[in-house]
C-alpha cells in the first residue's frame, strides 16, 4: 500500500514548513493525477491527453481560519478532479477524494493517523457505500495498483450489495463476495431459525465448489462483464414477536433478480445469464445475501426458489409468520411488476396510454385474488389513476366515462371520491394540454373542486382539495378568497400536512410589520439565526435547487448581494431540496455567498416550508434593520432592487409606507 506520506514528501504538500510556504512548492497536475484510488473498480475522471493535463490548475484549500490544509486539483473549466486534505491538522494528509463531472464520488481516509487507509467511501452519483479496509501484503497483491482489500461495510444498500458480488464473480475475488454474504453468527445474532443457520453453515463451507458451479454457468460473462440493476418486488418485513426466535423486526428481499450489463463485443444482454437471489436481508445499514446467489439461463424459465427463512419460520412455530403471501397473489403482482418494469421508459403520448391501459387488467387480476378489502381498495385506486394517466394523454377518451362510472357505482366510497378527485385533475390537465382559454379552464377546475369539498367535507381528499383552491386564490392575487380557504382547511384538518401548511399560510399572509426570527441549522450543523443580521436590510429566500426559475435569477440575486452587501444587505436562504447531498452538490458547482438553512423534508414537509405556508419559488420575504418584514412575496432579483432603493438609501434602513 502507498505511504500516506507520499505525496507530503514527493511534491511537497504537507510537511514541516510553514503554510504560506506552500505556493512556493513544485506542486503539479501530474503529481495529483498520479495518485489513483486505491481499490478496483472505482469510476472517476482520469485525465490522459497532454493538453488537458497543460490546462489543469493545483490550489490550495484553505480551512476556516484560512490556514492552508491541502490541495485541490481543476481542469481547463475550473471542474474539480481531485481534493487531498490534512483534516485534523496533524500536517499529514489523511483524506483522498477522486470526482466524476465536477461531483466528488470516492473518498478515501485515514481514521487513526496510521498511515494506512481505513475507510473508502462512495458519494454522490457512485452510490452511498462505506467499506472497512485492509492493506495488501505486497507478495499477496495480484495487481500492483491494488494496495486494500475491504473486510467489511459500514453501510451497503441491497443495488450495491449486487454490484459489488457481480464484481467479485467477475474478478474471481472470493474475499469480496464474501464481504456480502451473510455469515452464521450475524444469522444467529437476529434470532433465524437453527435449521435455516446449519444449512447455511453447510453451504459456505463448499463455497468455493458452488461459485466455480456458478461462474461455469454465466452464459455470455467475460472479464468485461459490469452489473447493470436489481429487481425485486416490494421487500418484506417480518415483525419480531414472542412467539418467533426473532429478536428484533427483519428486513428481506426474496427471489430478487441481478442483471448484468455487457460492453465491447459481448453478447446482447438479452442472451446473458442473470444471477436470482434466493434471499437478501439487512443487517443494521448492510444488505446482505443469505445464499449464494444462482446463475440462471434466459432461454429456460424462472423458477422461484423454496424455503428460506419465512418457510423455516413457519415450520418452527406452526403458523404464518410476516403475513407470508398467497401464491395467487405473489403470481398477479410478479405480472404486475414484470410488466412494469418492461415498459418504465415509456415517454411518449402514445407510449404512456398504452403502458397505462396496459396495467388496468394486470391490476383486476390483482384486485380478484387480494385477501383484504384494504388491498382492494388499494390496487383499485391504481386503477383509477391509470385511467386518469391515459386520459390526460388525450389517447383515451373512453378513459373518462370509466372514471363516470366508478363515480356513480362507488358513490360515497372512499374509492368513489377517490375516483371522483382524480377525474377533475384529469379533465384540468387534458384541456390545459388542448389549448385555448387557460384562465376559463382555471376557474372550471376551481369551481369543481370547491362542489367536490362541499359535497363530501370529510374525504380523505379534501384536505388536498382545500389546499389547492387557497393556493389558486392565492397566486391569482385574490387574497380574500385565499384566507377563506385557508381558514376552513385549519379549522376542518388542524393535524393534516395540508393543516399546518395552511396555518403557515394565514401567518406569511400577515407577516408584513411583524418581526421575523427563523433559526435553523446549516448542512454542516451550525446554527443559522436571522436576529443576528438585525441592523442590516436581510431577505429571506426559500428555494430549491430543483426550481428553475430560482436557478435562473440566482446570478441576478448574486450580483444584488455582492453590490449592496457592503451598505447592509444580508442574504439567508431556506434550501427546500428532498436530500441535503442535493444541495451539497449544487453548492459545490454553484457557490452562493450567503448562508443557507436546510432540514429535510422537501416543499411538502419541510418544517419551515409548513411554518410560512410556502408555494411557490421562489419566496422572498424582505425584514428591514429594525428586523421588520417590509414584504413577503417577492419573487425576483428585479422586485428585489427596487425595494432596496427605498431601504439602503434610507436613514434607519426603514422603507416608509412598505407593504
Known sequence: MRSLRTL??????????????????????????????????????????????????????????????????????????????????????????????????????DL???????????????????????????????????????????????????????????????????????????????????????????????????????????????????WSRLDGMMPHLIPADPSTSLKQDLILYENAVIFPASTGNQANPANMAFLQVPEMIKLGDVWKFVELPRAVDPSKPLVASEGGIRSSLFQEHGTAVGGAQDPEVETALKALATYDEANASAESKTALAQFHRGRIPLLQAVIKVAKTPEDRLIYNKQIVDSLAAAYQTGLFAAGLSSLDKLVESEQGSKLGTYAAFRKIFAEFAAKNDEGGNVMANQKKWMAELKDFVDKNPKAEESPDALLQLASAHEYNAEEDEAKTFYNALTRAFADTDQGRKAAGALKRLDLVGKPLDIKG????????????????????????????????????????????????????????????????????????????IYEPGGLEKNPFASSYGIIALPTMILVDSQGKVVNRSIRTAAELEKQLEKLLTSKDGVALGAK
Not at 454490484?163 to 464481504?179: I, N
Open 521 to 596: 441549522q446549516s448542512l454542516s450543523k451550525e446554527t443559522i439565526d436571522t436576529s443576528k443580521s438585525h441592523g442590516k436590510v436581510l431577505l429571506v429566500t426559500f428555494w430549491a435547487t430543483w426550481a428553475d426559475p430560482v436557478k435562473k435569477d440566482l446570478p441576478e440575486l448574486v450580483k444584488l448581494y455582492n453590490k449592496h452587501h457592503d451598505q447592509g444587505l444580508d442574504i439567508v436562504g431556506i434550501c427546500l431540496d428532498e436530500k441535503g447531498e442535493d444541495l451539497e452538490e449544487f453548492l459545490k458547482a454553484n457557490p452562493l455567498p450567503w448562508s443557507q
Open 112 to 226: 487513526n493517523n496510521d498511515r494506512s487507509l481505513d475507510e473508502c467511501r462512495w458519494l454522490n452519483s457512485a452510490g452511498t457505500r462505506i467499506a472497512t479496509v485492509k492493506s495488501i501484503p505486497a507478495a499477496a497483491a495480484k495487481e500492483k495498483e491494488w494496495k486494500v482489500q475491504i473486510t467489511g461495510w459500514k453501510r451497503l444498500s441491497a443495488e450495491e450489495a449486487s454490484k459489488v458480488f457481480v464484481q467479485g464473480l467477475v474478478w474471481s475475488d472470493m474475499a469480496l463476495m464474501e464481504t456480502v454474504l451473510a455469515t452464521p453468527e450475524e444469522l444467529a445474532s437476529l434470532g433465524i431459525p437453527q435449521a435455516t443457520i446449519k444449512q447455511i453453515s453447510t453451504s459456505a463451507s463448499n463455497r468455493v465448489a458452488e461459485v466455480k458451479t456458478v461462474l461455469q454457468n454465466l452464459k455470455g460473462w467475460n472479464s468485461q462483464t459490469t
Open 8 to 109: 507530503t514528501v514527493a511534491a511537497g504538500l504537507l510537511g514541516m514548513t510553514p503554510f504560506v510556504a506552500m505556493g512556493q512548492s513544485k506542486t503539479t497536475p501530474e503529481a495529483l493525477l498520479n495518485f489513483k484510488p486505491s481499490l478496483r473498480g472505482v469510476e472517476y475522471e482520469a485525465v490522459t491527453d497532454p493538453a488537458a493535463i497543460n490546462a489543469c490548475k493545483v490550489e490550495a484549500v484553505t480551512d476556516a481560519n484560512k490556514q492552508q490544509i491541502g490541495f485541490a486539483l481543476r481542469d481547463g473549466q475550473g471542474k474539480l478532479l481531485r481534493k487531498f486534505l490534512d483534516t485534523d491538522g496533524n500536517r499529514a494528509l489523511d483524506q483522498w477524494s477522486y470526482y466524476q463531472d465536477g461531483f466528488e464520488v470516492y473518498r478515501e481516509n
